[in-house]
């Protein structure tokens, strides 16, 4: 794991502990944590209590040299972006498979962001990779659009025309470190640098189909705004979606309930049931009730409730939920190298 | 000031004080409150300091009994809607003028929903009261409302076609006592009872034209979506407006930035000078910030803060402020009086 | 379970799944919930997700004839104070035994407040009850009361002539609906209802000594100063002993490491291994990250964490952690049930 | 005034608009600051507006060679304590007269910590710099301690014996950006980096006396202990004094309501008419009601309001409430340059 320090690195560690395909053997961070033992360095800010198994792991420096050649199949990626560059395209072409959440390489046409549930077939723009050299990277999305694109894929079957989504972004999105108390306490701030192109570009080439081991991508409108809220975790987002032609409510309703994906079909360890969960009370989703919606155990928090349905002609609009550093992040790496492992896309030749 | 203990009332008398045209005279609340000097009833919310004015007057029942024909010429009614109701039938028919907040009566055909800037003309509805009676009932519209309909008056001249509106809104909307803290601290709650269809219906009416006394209402699909955030005043709303045709976004911006109406030009005393305020940084407006945006002193919270504005194809998105206690409520509903006063419907004959 | 909804309510049904010893077969709320399945009228708050088991039970209504002689065992109270008072007397007159978190009857010289790791001896005052009926009530302390008298017990042994407490309350110690978010967002109110007389006389009576079943009370000087402070779960407790004497700095660390008590010999369900944590880092206990400390599972929220000790002289100050409804409410209920149990006290005749 | 764009800063600029004595001719900040005008660099956190006649105010390097020999009399400044240290000592060496509100000089013996209501015989301590050179330093206290000493100052009378202070410190009190939202939102954290050595050291010797240009501290035991709450403004603090002896209570009040200073006594402009104001309610003082206590409108926020005062045998107990950047900062630094003006010590020889 790189980046084990922040809060998606510590989802990482928390959601692999006990993982029936993966094993964790390394940790990186930050040049002042070289050499010292992961307990020691961390504020540990995820659920439950900090692993036994990577208690007294002792942390590397986020180095190519100190991680290249390890004798490591896999990486999943928690670094921020300009940092993550650089060492993945090193890391893919030494031969490993990285699997990460920054945003550096994700529209990059031969660098899939997937979403198991959603696009399981850009599973396949790894071959472009696969034939330069013996690695890949592998991307998930941004915390947003995991959320949104799992709302949208059930309503992709009648034809979506365009979708405006306002965020309510919770503090933990921009890490341990990022906004300052004196900024979100009893206020709002309108405004995520880079979060709007990111969810309408991302959006778009998600839900694109692949053609030759190529994205055409989406052709939908996407009107983003993107605001933080103080809320520690957990994404609401508010979607209105203006459809093709007009749909019976109910049709929209059974869509969102029986929507199912691949995860769920391979039973993949850090899969949900029910990836989208409809929910009964009408005011809800809510961050401090339902983060960490899913079950198993394991998948607490991959589930994406959604809720006040509400259909006006052409237009539905709705509330979703998504636990921003786990469907958001490390959660989705995870299941995403689930899928590659099931898939055989992990064996070294 | 029918209801003068809640945050609304306090409002009112806040504004109030010093008034050039209006002075206080009677101070109406629950029962319990009966007889008391107000500032031994007051659990006093809003800024500054208990006017001293008002500070010993005794308190009276809001009951019809204790208030009408007491030689009043006005009332402020902070009531809310169930007890509002009858109340203000009953003063209106006795010939005084109400200018009420409450939403009892505002969507009534022959009562107009006023916000000066936007829709003066909708004065004229009255008569249709003053053909039956001596009195008359005013309102002025919700607290989201009041914010949006006074951001999409300036782009009604390029047609609006739809408007998808998320909100934000502040805990002070529910009064002083109506949000638990259990329910919205470290959290945000996507449901507000009644509030999205008010925003339709009443934006609606506002924007819509009066012919003959009676108002065609505007049409343009609204699609609302309305959120509790732990932010203590000033709803912020995502607004996203699709219009008619391409216009260009200096058009746009010229128009936010050069609206002016009725209260600028009669310089009513608590009309801001710049109803619209262009935020020149890039995350702004931000309710710790901008609540209290307005010129001069007794405009502040008048204004209406607006920014991150965007433009793309015939879709327009922004965000604005609205301080949901002042321009939201008690400030339209003096602002609205002020109008009448000038304009001399405030005559008894 | 006497008043189900509440927080307590709900902390007992999480803490009493697949309990070991005890079986819930009665759920009681208020009139508007009587007939409905539990599931239908909860407003989940606390930890996790409602146990299957209760799901559907039935709930009745919290009225005497509902309630009693139905050949349930042992009863525990969530109810606040004013309704608990005669139900519980009732029932403890018809034979059954009552673990109540309620204030009613924790002074009642035969009624002991338990908390079995600091008073277990005072168990022996249900004798008086029991010589004049086959049932009996016993007490746990208020909230902050717990986690105080578990602080001082170690200390003890040196003697203490004062105590000054300074709490910061989190907002779940009022219940659900109990403080306004308008009182408290962004906010601190230096007042709690009753709440420093409690922690006074409670701690006198939980410190003193039995003698023929009756308790001389501890001879300390307490100095409480009660706060609420805008946090959900967790009260924070800046404490300043002083002592008799001059005690060396390593032994009352030592003292607060080394204490253990009946429930840790007696291995009950709910005891946590280590029921005072010293905290290793600087600026801990923190109420997000050491509400839930104590192992194993079942005890989360049973230890209390203890950080910043400081001596300066005879004076010892430190900051503890106690999870309000857990350890300072149903969790210390079940253990002190736990505990009869296991003792034998809850035998029928 | 020196560090002019944090939140101390900031308020120096507010509270120095239209001042009768004093004109600000000079604003240093970082850098990257350098060469811009106030307005374009400020992100404005503090009440009202940013004073026109400061807005286009070009700012300087906080550098000695960019603020030394400019025909400035007096330095206000509000740099961080390590950056203060050299610069405060050069200038005051090059003749002017620095009021500084960095901590770094304040345990100095020949530098005053004043508080003109508390100890403005202390001044004379800066006859020892005059001896040396033509300027001086003169420091305000840390934000904590400037409300307790005001708390204390009457009760010295009685004779204390010991002072035991549990805080509740809002945010602003470390920065704009210097506590992390994830660190404190929904959370309390017990822990101020050096604070509790400043308010026993600084105590000592504000409430010492001066003999001979020397301070003989005051010896009065302090414990105190701090605690950061998710607050944006205003220190409450939970106060226990032990008096030498056992006084009656209505002396204690009376002591706490007439108190008065030299401050009062010259009028000097940003004197607070009543310093310490004792709330009539019984959950006051509250950071969000009672933080601008203080009349006249200059001196809002200069007033310490103090509740819930309780006595016990010799113990006195009570919360007060100061605003942490103006009483505990810039306003007391203020207030000390008025009173070293209106004493003849700011004439140039």
Redesign the interface.
């Known amino acids: 794991i790189l980046g084990c320090t922040g809060?998606v690195g510590q989802q990482f560690i928390r959601m692999l502990e006990n993982h029936p395909y993966f094993e964790i053997s390394l940790l990186t961070a930050s040049k002042n944590s070289k050499g010292k033992a992961f307990k020691d360095i961390v504020n540990?800010?995820v659920k439950g209590k900090i692993p036994e198994s990577v208690k007294n792991i002792i942390v590397m420096d986020t180095h190519l040299e100190s991680i290249i050649n390890k004798n490591i199949d896999i990486f999943f990626c928690a670094l921020p972006s300009q940092i993550a560059k650089d060492i993945e395209l090193s890391l893919a072409n030494s031969g490993v498979f990285v699997f990460s959440n920054a945003s550096s390489h994700r529209m990059n046409p031969e660098i899939p962001i997937l979403i198991p549930e959603v696009n399981p077939e850009h599973i396949n723009l790894i071959q472009y990779q696969l034939q330069k050299q013996k690695g890949f990277i592998m991307t998930n999305p941004n915390c947003s659009t995991a959320g949104l694109v799992m709302s949208l894929k059930p309503l992709l079957q009648f034809g979506i025309k365009s979708v405006?989504v306002?965020t309510?972004q919770a503090?933990?999105g921009a890490?341990?470190?990022?906004?300052?108390?004196?900024?979100?306490?009893?206020?709002?701030?309108?405004?995520i640098h880079g979060e709007e192109i990111k969810i309408e570009k991302e959006t778009q080439k998600i839900l694109g189909s692949v053609h030759n081991f190529s994205i055409n991508k989406q052709d939908i409108?996407i009107?983003p705004?993107c605001?933080r809220?103080?809320?520690?975790d957990g994404h609401?987002e508010?979607v209105?979606v203006e459809l093709a032609k007009d749909v019976d409510e109910e049709r929209i309703f059974d869509s969102f309930r029986s929507f199912k994906g691949t995860p769920q079909e391979l039973k993949l360890p850090t899969a949900p049931e029910t990836p989208l969960i409809v929910c009964s009370k009408?005011?809800?989703?809510?961050?401090?009730?339902d983060s960490y919606a899913g079950t198993p155990k394991r998948a607490e928090g991959m589930a994406v409730p959604i809720?006040?349905i509400k259909k006006?002609?052409k237009?539905i609009?709705f509330?979703l939920l998504v636990h921003n550093t786990i469907r958001g992040a490390a959660g989705t790496s995870i299941l995403n190298a689930e899928m590659a492992f099931i898939k055989n896309y992990l064996k070294k030749s």
Do not use: E
């Open positions: 809060i540990w800010y405006t306002t309510y503090i933990s890490g341990r470190l990022g906004i300052p108390s004196m900024d979100i306490l009893n206020n709002v701030i309108p405004y409108d009107f705004s605001c809220v103080p809320v520690r609401l508010s209105s009408s005011d809800r989703p809510q961050p401090i009730h809720g006040r006006k002609g237009r609009s509330f």
